[in-house]
């Protein structure tokens, strides 16, 4: 889940970070009365996408008339494909340098990574690449934490303008800040220094770990829930996994993996999935609502089935499938795979019910449901 | 012991559940030699024909202790019995579950790591030694799906993994092991590691790997598959997928151009392994390497 600017920088301010003093807007006028506050200000577009300044979303402004205005245009603005529907208005800076600090889930080392990086401001990805002699990391071995003498090190050496031991001490509060809440990612990009010799959180990026979530109940209550469709909506409720797409061949599989390769092979075969549909784990019973929700996406000229039992059984999958099809009756050409636990009495029952048979293996059965759409297409 | 043999002596944490329950008859009719459970709340009583322990640790004391042991332990519990089973001193732990804490598992990472203790999963379906045991919820007993050969297969995905074992036996072929490694981002044996396990795991002429979208678990793992004797075929879920959605694995999720379907197969092709575009193709694609 991810934290937009506005939520995620009081988690470094109770910290002990400092952070610029800023108040959410909602309207132009809101963000003048903001300004009139603070003084010479920012106006930052508040979505959970990078390349917000880019954009045009983020502008300065010395009155509150000029808050006002720069408020008017980014608020409705679309950025990354999201609708900004709030600023932050923030106090302004004396920028001396600015750096990257950041602490996330390394794969590579099975814990948590702390970096740093002299070159704030842009794109880690970018710091990666163009100077990767330039990105500091520290593994941390969770069960210890990351203290004081880590984080010194960790910056010894670098030229910071006297403010290595300033840093080191957001770093350790950095990292106690992701422990504390089950972050994937907390990031501030640019920590900056300034004139003063202050340092400063300009902006704080925080992903919260989606199975972490249940932890925090009430911090999550100030996340930016994924932008679903009303189909993804309605998966999420079910507890099924439901990712619209743009195709005309619906499928409906079990597991994440045979999912993603059902939608593969039927665009091998020259056809476009219209979405993805997981019943496995423990929605393999939920056969009738994920039928439901596939059958309604606008569009859909042909339905690919693919079940491959493990731990979701065959039967039991077929049978919450073929209940709903006789309710729904739906006028609709479908094609099956079916091999795995409980696969005999599924193949049985496809025949007793539908009069069917499976195809012999999920190419052919992918196959023919391109060849369906693309006649039905062509008819339309 | 990322590859769990007959001999192996096996622990089930959770073996009182409905899941841990069905699976632990499976196992046991498959061949797993299971020796004990764990639950606290029913610690002395008997439960699958095998005596219920109040931790790994207790059941360790028992004489022959025991070698593997395999998780039915919801998300939020696992840490706690995967830290049980390392402190009792398992050589190798299997995780089942899915939606765990990321912390929590690097929690038990490291703990595992001190210890030298493997872990298989989070998130994993299991694995299957053909004909001897399997661990987890594999269809190991369904004999058009798993028959004794000469191909080892891992998989990030169970689904998919079960039907690329079908579609081998179907060829006319079968495994000699199967090795699930889970959809997770962060996973204790690596597609490198079940590749390296595989490879050197008796019978084994050929290796198929099923490896998915997310990380550069593949990348890694075709630096070992270049310095292999042995063919290699790899496919990769989520060629079709698109970028910035997590496709129902955490793991599997494409992010600027890491992880990129294109990155993975340009990598697998320079060690030399056969990409290939469907699991159906691996039938004509094992005839070619291992006949004729």
């Given at each position: 889940m991810n934290f937009e600017e506005f939520a995620a920088k009081p988690l470094l301010g109770t910290a002990g970070i400092a952070v610029p003093k800023g108040i959410v807007a909602n309207t132009p006028d809101a963000a003048a009365e903001a300004a009139e506050k603070l003084g010479s200000v920012v106006v930052k577009a508040q979505v959970p996408v990078g390349k917000r300044g880019k954009a045009g979303g983020i502008q300065l402004a010395d009155t509150p008339e000029g808050a006002r205005g720069h408020a008017e245009n980014i608020i409705g603005m679309e950025i990354g494909g999201l609708t900004v529907e709030k600023v932050l208005i923030e106090e302004r800076s004396d920028i001396k340098r600015e750096f990257y600090a950041a602490v996330l889930n390394d794969p590579a080392s099975k814990g948590p990574a702390v970096m740093f990086s002299?070159?704030?401001?842009?794109?880690i990805e970018d710091i990666a690449v163009?100077?990767?002699?330039?990105l500091k990391k520290a593994e941390v071995d969770i069960r210890t934490g990351f203290n004081s003498d880590q984080a010194k090190a960790l910056v010894a050496?670098?030229?910071l303008d006297g403010a290595n031991d300033a840093i080191a001490d957001v770093l350790v509060k950095l990292y106690e800040v992701y422990r504390a809440n089950d972050a994937e990612l907390l990031e501030i990009n640019p920590l900056i220094l300034t004139g003063d010799g202050d340092v400063v959180a300009l902006d704080c990026k925080f992903v919260m770990d989606d199975s972490g979530v249940k932890r925090h109940p009430e911090l999550a209550e100030q996340g930016t829930p994924e932008k679903l469709s009303q189909l993804e909506t309605k998966g999420e409720a079910n507890t099924i996994k439901y990712i619209e797409l743009d195709g005309n061949v619906a499928v409906l599989a079990n597991g994440a993996g045979l999912t993603m390769t059902t939608m593969d092979v039927v665009r091998h075969h020259g056809g476009n999935p219209a979405n993805f549909c997981e019943i496995g784990?423990?929605?393999?019973?939920?056969g009738k609502v994920a039928l439901e929700m596939v059958l309604e996406k606008?569009?859909?000229?042909s339905l690919v089935v693919n079940f491959c039992g493990a731990f979701a059984r065959c039967d039991v999958m077929m049978d919450g499938l073929l209940n709903a099809w006789e309710e729904l009756k739906p006028n609709l050409p479908v094609f099956f795979s079916i091999a795995g636990t409980g696969d005999e009495e599924a193949i049985r029952m496809l025949k007793d019910r539908l009069d069917m048979e499976p195809y012999p293996n999920m190419d052919a059965a992918s196959k023919a449901a391109v060849e369906a759409a693309n006649a039905a297409g062509g008819l339309s | 012991m990322r590859i769990v043999r007959k001999h192996h002596r096996v622990l089930v944490q959770g073996i009182t559940g409905k899941q841990g329950t069905f699976w632990t008859e499976r196992m046991q009719e498959y061949g797993t030699q299971i020796v004990g459970g764990v639950n606290p709340k029913k610690a002395g009583t008997v439960h699958c024909d095998v005596p219920v322990h109040a931790s790994a640790v207790d059941a360790m004391?028992?004489?022959?202790?025991?070698d593997a042991s395999i998780l039915f332990i919801p998300p939020l519990g696992v840490k706690d019995a995967a830290l049980d089973a390392i402190e009792a001193g398992a050589k190798g732990i299997c995780i089942l579950t899915e939606h765990i804490p990321v912390q929590d598992v690097m929690y038990v990472m490291a703990a595992a790591k001190e210890r030298g203790t493997m872990i298989t999963g989070p998130n994993t379906a299991g694995s299957v030694t053909v004909d001897e045991c399997f661990l987890g919820f594999m269809p190991a007993f369904n004999e058009r799906i798993f028959k004794k050969g000469n191909v080892g297969v891992m998989s990030r995905s169970g689904s998919l993994g079960t039907l690329m074992c079908q579609n081998i036996v179907s060829a006319g072929f079968g495994q000699s092991a199967f090795v699930g490694i889970g959809g997770d981002p962060i996973i204790g044996t690596t597609t490198k590691d079940a590749l390296e396990a595989l490879d050197h795991f008796d019978g084994t002429d050929a290796v198929v790997m099923v490896g998915e979208i997310g990380g550069s678990m593949e990348e890694e793992a075709a630096d070992y598959a270049a310095t292999m004797n042995k063919p290699v075929f790899a496919f990769i879920a989520g060629g079709a997928a698109p970028a910035g959605k997590k496709m129902g694995h955490a793991g599997a999720i494409v992010m600027g151009d890491k992880g990129t379907y294109a990155s993975k197969k340009t990598a697998l092709e320079a060690a030399g392994v056969t990409v290939l575009n469907t699991p159906s193709h691996v039938g004509e694609a094992l005839k070619d390497a291992l006949t004729g």
């Amino acid at each position: 889940m991810n934290f937009e600017e506005f939520a995620a920088k009081p988690l470094l301010g109770t910290a002990g970070i400092a952070v610029p003093k800023g108040i959410v807007a909602n309207t132009p006028d809101a963000a003048a009365e903001a300004a009139e506050k603070l003084g010479s200000v920012v106006v930052k577009a508040q979505v959970p996408v990078g390349k917000r300044g880019k954009a045009g979303g983020i502008q300065l402004a010395d009155t509150p008339e000029g808050a006002r205005g720069h408020a008017e245009n980014i608020i409705g603005m679309e950025i990354g494909g999201l609708t900004v529907e709030k600023v932050l208005i923030e106090e302004r800076s004396d920028i001396k340098r600015e750096f990257y600090a950041a602490v996330l889930n390394d794969p590579a080392s099975k814990g948590p990574a702390v970096m740093f990086s002299t070159e704030g401001g842009m794109d880690i990805e970018d710091i990666a690449v163009n100077s990767p002699e330039k990105l500091k990391k520290a593994e941390v071995d969770i069960r210890t934490g990351f203290n004081s003498d880590q984080a010194k090190a960790l910056v010894a050496g670098l030229d910071l303008d006297g403010a290595n031991d300033a840093i080191a001490d957001v770093l350790v509060k950095l990292y106690e800040v992701y422990r504390a809440n089950d972050a994937e990612l907390l990031e501030i990009n640019p920590l900056i220094l300034t004139g003063d010799g202050d340092v400063v959180a300009l902006d704080c990026k925080f992903v919260m770990d989606d199975s972490g979530v249940k932890r925090h109940p009430e911090l999550a209550e100030q996340g930016t829930p994924e932008k679903l469709s009303q189909l993804e909506t309605k998966g999420e409720a079910n507890t099924i996994k439901y990712i619209e797409l743009d195709g005309n061949v619906a499928v409906l599989a079990n597991g994440a993996g045979l999912t993603m390769t059902t939608m593969d092979v039927v665009r091998h075969h020259g056809g476009n999935p219209a979405n993805f549909c997981e019943i496995g784990g423990e929605a393999y019973t939920k056969g009738k609502v994920a039928l439901e929700m596939v059958l309604e996406k606008p569009g859909v000229k042909s339905l690919v089935v693919n079940f491959c039992g493990a731990f979701a059984r065959c039967d039991v999958m077929m049978d919450g499938l073929l209940n709903a099809w006789e309710e729904l009756k739906p006028n609709l050409p479908v094609f099956f795979s079916i091999a795995g636990t409980g696969d005999e009495e599924a193949i049985r029952m496809l025949k007793d019910r539908l009069d069917m048979e499976p195809y012999p293996n999920m190419d052919a059965a992918s196959k023919a449901a391109v060849e369906a759409a693309n006649a039905a297409g062509g008819l339309s | 012991m990322r590859i769990v043999r007959k001999h192996h002596r096996v622990l089930v944490q959770g073996i009182t559940g409905k899941q841990g329950t069905f699976w632990t008859e499976r196992m046991q009719e498959y061949g797993t030699q299971i020796v004990g459970g764990v639950n606290p709340k029913k610690a002395g009583t008997v439960h699958c024909d095998v005596p219920v322990h109040a931790s790994a640790v207790d059941a360790m004391q028992v004489d022959g202790g025991f070698d593997a042991s395999i998780l039915f332990i919801p998300p939020l519990g696992v840490k706690d019995a995967a830290l049980d089973a390392i402190e009792a001193g398992a050589k190798g732990i299997c995780i089942l579950t899915e939606h765990i804490p990321v912390q929590d598992v690097m929690y038990v990472m490291a703990a595992a790591k001190e210890r030298g203790t493997m872990i298989t999963g989070p998130n994993t379906a299991g694995s299957v030694t053909v004909d001897e045991c399997f661990l987890g919820f594999m269809p190991a007993f369904n004999e058009r799906i798993f028959k004794k050969g000469n191909v080892g297969v891992m998989s990030r995905s169970g689904s998919l993994g079960t039907l690329m074992c079908q579609n081998i036996v179907s060829a006319g072929f079968g495994q000699s092991a199967f090795v699930g490694i889970g959809g997770d981002p962060i996973i204790g044996t690596t597609t490198k590691d079940a590749l390296e396990a595989l490879d050197h795991f008796d019978g084994t002429d050929a290796v198929v790997m099923v490896g998915e979208i997310g990380g550069s678990m593949e990348e890694e793992a075709a630096d070992y598959a270049a310095t292999m004797n042995k063919p290699v075929f790899a496919f990769i879920a989520g060629g079709a997928a698109p970028a910035g959605k997590k496709m129902g694995h955490a793991g599997a999720i494409v992010m600027g151009d890491k992880g990129t379907y294109a990155s993975k197969k340009t990598a697998l092709e320079a060690a030399g392994v056969t990409v290939l575009n469907t699991p159906s193709h691996v039938g004509e694609a094992l005839k070619d390497a291992l006949t004729g």
